[in-house]
């Protein structure tokens, strides 16, 4: 049973740019959720998506948005990037139940902002 | 912000117990206490949950309080693939990570 998958593994970019990441949820997941994490830092959350619609969202601005497509895998864009936006960037997988989900970590996609 | 207050770093002797504390006085009734850790570099990987009873699963055990204002995650017998970050998170929705625990299992 393949986990939480994302691609690509490494990212360059150029200020100004703008770049899209993916991510395949883990088998029998419906909700995907994408998390920034800049060096030394914990993972900070950016939005949730569940049946297509973005259902929470972090403190980022609208530079950041996203995408989720009916077989539950998910994009998230960036707009018009920043040197602040080098990070590990972690999509977490999860099937949405009444009370907690368990969120389930890829490997993440490290972007790098030049 | 984080809900939780963990130790910056711990040591640990490989094949001794590792007891990770955390506290999270101002926790809510239905929030969940969850434990995460990441290893350099990688996605942060599930450990174990618990919202009032204690836990225990193949790779943890996690001991919460009565009045749940604090928790210990225990590896019972750490390994050198121990070391790690270790986050605890007190959850409604989303996942809130702090700042963690450092780990490093020493042989």
């Known amino acids: 049973d393949a986990g939480v998958t994302q691609s690509p593994t490494h990212l360059i970019k150029t200020r100004g740019q703008q770049v899209t990441l993916r991510c395949s949820p883990k088998?029998?997941?419906?909700?995907v959720s994408w998390y920034q994490q800049a060096l030394g830092q914990g993972p900070q959350f950016i939005f949730q998506y569940y049946e297509e619609e973005e259902r929470q969202r972090g403190n980022f601005p609208d530079r950041f948005s996203g995408h989720q497509f009916p077989n539950y895998s998910s994009e998230l864009n960036v707009n018009a990037l920043l040197l602040g936006d080098s990070a590990l960037y972690l999509c977490a997988s999860s099937l949405t139940i009444f009370g907690a989900d368990t969120q389930y970590f890829g490997p993440g996609t490290r972007l790098t902002v030049l | 912000d984080a809900k939780t207050t963990q130790p910056p770093s711990m040591d640990c002797a490989e094949g001794r117990a590792a007891n990770l504390p955390c506290n999270h006085s101002?926790?809510?009734?239905?929030?969940?206490v969850y434990w995460y850790r990441q290893i350099h570099s990688q996605g942060p990987q599930y450990i174990i949950h618990g919202l009032k009873n204690n836990e225990t699963n193949e790779m943890a055990s996690l001991i919460i309080t009565e009045d749940r204002k604090s928790s210990t995650l225990i590896l019972p017998h750490a390994t050198l693939r121990d070391t790690a970050v270790y986050y605890c998170?007190?959850?409604?929705?989303?996942?809130?990570f702090g700042k963690g625990t450092k780990l490093t299992v020493n042989p």
């Open positions: 088998s029998g997941h419906d909700t």
């Open positions: 998170i007190v959850r409604a929705e989303k996942l809130v």
């Open positions: 101002t926790i809510s009734g239905n929030e969940y």
